[in-house]
Each structure stands twice: as structure tokens, then as C-alpha cells.
């Protein structure tokens, strides 16, 4: 009878333990229907950035890296990417900081890329076409450019996919395209908003096919491009950052910022 009560009471602990826990065999679903398989993804369980599926700089890094082309004020440093309680975080500080090409930029921040380590290296994963989404929390701070979005294997864009960008507001989210026709990038932009975005994560995503680009915010279809020109054909990589400085300086009594990330996957047909 004692022995009957200590396996009883050991079966109801396993069962406690199993709902606190969750099962370890759990199947992660996408957010958009379709005959979908997995074939990328992190869920930033651990204490470290998995550095063989992530680069913390652009294709073109040198002891870190900016771009320079949108006149941003970061200087992105390994040192502003960890992770912790499930989640990745990217977080820019107003700290004067040197970067390798001479300049001295007034923000330290953070990225991620599945590209590479430097310019002649292969990048570590690239895709063509798929089911693109992550789980953010952008940060409430103004003049910050927190984005994730797509550039091609060659490094040079366009074309270009901005799953999703926040430029001059926290409560609209920005949708694009980019493609080049004959000499000149052209683009086209979606909204959607508003939407108190820093209050929580929102999953972002974007189905990319041969023949049409949908943007979906928490799994509701919020834009679609159809036009042939506009929809890109190349390999390209995923980038996550929070720049600085777009469109215009964060205020001075903005001093730090944190993009929060619970997951990214990838998906394919």
C-alpha cells in the first residue's frame, strides 16, 4: 500500500512537471496556412548568439559596421547583441564609438544577418522564396529604425524586401519592395497602423513566391504585390538592426533602446 501511494504521488508530480515545462517534442506551427516545412529558425533559448547561423554586421563589416548609405548614427557591435529569458535583444546606447573606417559615430547598437564575416566569405544561409516571420517588440524611443528585411547574396540591393520597418513612428508599420528599372531603384510601400507596437511582440511576416509578395502582420494579410517587375528571383539573406538616427536624431533625453526578439523561422513549399 506505502508503494502504491509513493507511485501515485510521483505520477501526479510528473504531471505537474510536464504542464509547468511543456513537452520538449512540441511542433512549431507557421502563422500562415499552406503546406509549409521548416527549414530555419532560432528560438534564442540559449545564453549565447549562435555565431554559425548569425554574423553581427553587414556582408561588408570590418571590426563592426554601419550603413552608411541611409547616414545612420550607430556603429553596430557584437557587444550590443545578447540574449537572455528566451528572447534576443539588440540594444543601441548614446556612447561616442570609433568605427574601423575612421569615423566616430554617436550610438553603439546592434544586428544580426545570416550573411557573412567579411566581404569575400560565403554567407552562412541564404533563401529564395518562402514564409519569412519573427515575433518583435520594437522599442517605444523616438528616433529609432528598428527593421527586418531581405538583401540579396550579392550585396547589392535592390532588390530589396522590408518585411517590416518603423521610420519617424512606433505605430505604423512600413511594408516594401524594391527593384531596379532600367537605371533608376524604384519601390513601393505598405502601411499598416496604427497599433501601440512597443506595448508588445507582434509576429511579422512575408510569403514570397515566384509570382506575388504578401505581408502579413499576427497572421492577417496586410499587403500584396503581384506586378512581375517588383518581385525579386535571387538568394538573399535576413537581417535584423536597430538603427539609429532615421529620419531624424533620437531626443537628448533619449539615451538607450532595446529591440526584443522571441523567434525567426523560415519556411518553404
Known sequence: MRLRRVLGALAALTLVLVAACGSETSVLEPTVPGDWKLVFHDEFDGSKLDTDRWATCYDWNRNGCTNSGNDEEQWYRPGQVSLGEGALTLRADRRATRG??????????????????????????????????????????????????????SRYTPPELDIMEFLGSTKRVLMYTHWREQDS????????????????????????????????VDA?????????????????????????????SPPTTVDSAEMKMDWVRVWQQ
Open 220 to 248: 492577417v494579410p496586410r499587403f500584396r504585390v503581384t506586378e512581375p517587375e517588383r518581385i525579386p528571383h535571387v538568394p538573399m539573406e535576413i537581417l535584423v538592426n536597430l538603427a539609429v538616427g532615421v529620419p531624424r
Open 100 to 153: 574601423s573606417d575612421g569615423e566616430t559615430y554617436p550610438w553603439a547598437s546592434g544586428m544580426i544577418s545570416t550573411g557573412r564575416d567579411h566581404w569575400d566569405a560565403r554567407p552562412r544561409r541564404t533563401f529564395t522564396y518562402g514564409l519569412f516571420e519573427a515575433a518583435i517588440r520594437i522599442p517605444p524611443q523616438a528616433g529609432m529604425f528598428p527593421a527586418f528585411w531581405m538583401m540579396p547574396a
Open 185 to 216: 531603384e524604384r519601390k513601393v510601400r505598405g502601411t499598416y497602423g496604427p497599433v501601440n507596437f512597443p506595448a508588445k511582440y507582434h509576429v511579422f511576416a512575408l510569403r514570397w513566391t515566384s509570382d506575388e509578395l504578401t505581408w502579413y
